[in-house]
């Protein structure tokens, strides 16, 4: 089983900044695409910005220039710096990740998602 422990989320003023920390911890043997995605009220949950299967990284068209996505392979984590946050960005962040996870009867697949953590942009 594969855990992801999602950190940093709150209340910032519209302008400000947060930084969001996801760690993966588990039997990994691998991971192939790691990042985050965030869900509004009543909205579909939507990607943010990952690192995909390729290596490369994805960004959403709303993020851009404002969000970056980093990772430390050697720890399994990876962060998002949010900056010039709008009220627009309010909603519930999700980590996800997918790989390979050793298991007691072998090698799987997983995909598997954190419990989310909230970030609210209000003055």
């Known amino acids: 089983q594969v855990q992801l422990v999602e950190s940093g989320g709150g209340l910032v003023q519209p302008g400000g900044s947060l930084r969001l920390s996801c760690a993966a911890s588990?039997?990994?043997?691998?991971?192939?695409?790691m990042g985050w995605y965030r869900q509004a009220p009543g909205k579909q949950r939507e990607l943010v910005a990952v690192?995909?299967?390729?290596?490369?990284?994805d960004y959403a068209d709303s993020v851009k220039g404002r969000v970056t996505i980093s990772r430390d392979n050697a720890k399994n984590t990876v962060t998002l710096q949010m900056n010039i946050l709008k009220p627009e960005d309010t909603a519930v962040y999700y980590c996800?990740?997918?790989?390979?996870?050793?298991?007691?009867?072998?090698?799987?697949?997983?995909?598997?998602w954190g419990q989310g953590t909230q970030v609210t942009v209000s003055s």
């Open positions: 588990g039997s990994i043997l691998s991971i192939n695409a």
């Open positions: 690192f995909t299967s390729g290596g490369s990284t």
């Open positions: 996800n990740a997918q790989g390979v996870e050793l298991t007691p009867t072998g090698r799987r697949r997983f995909d598997y």
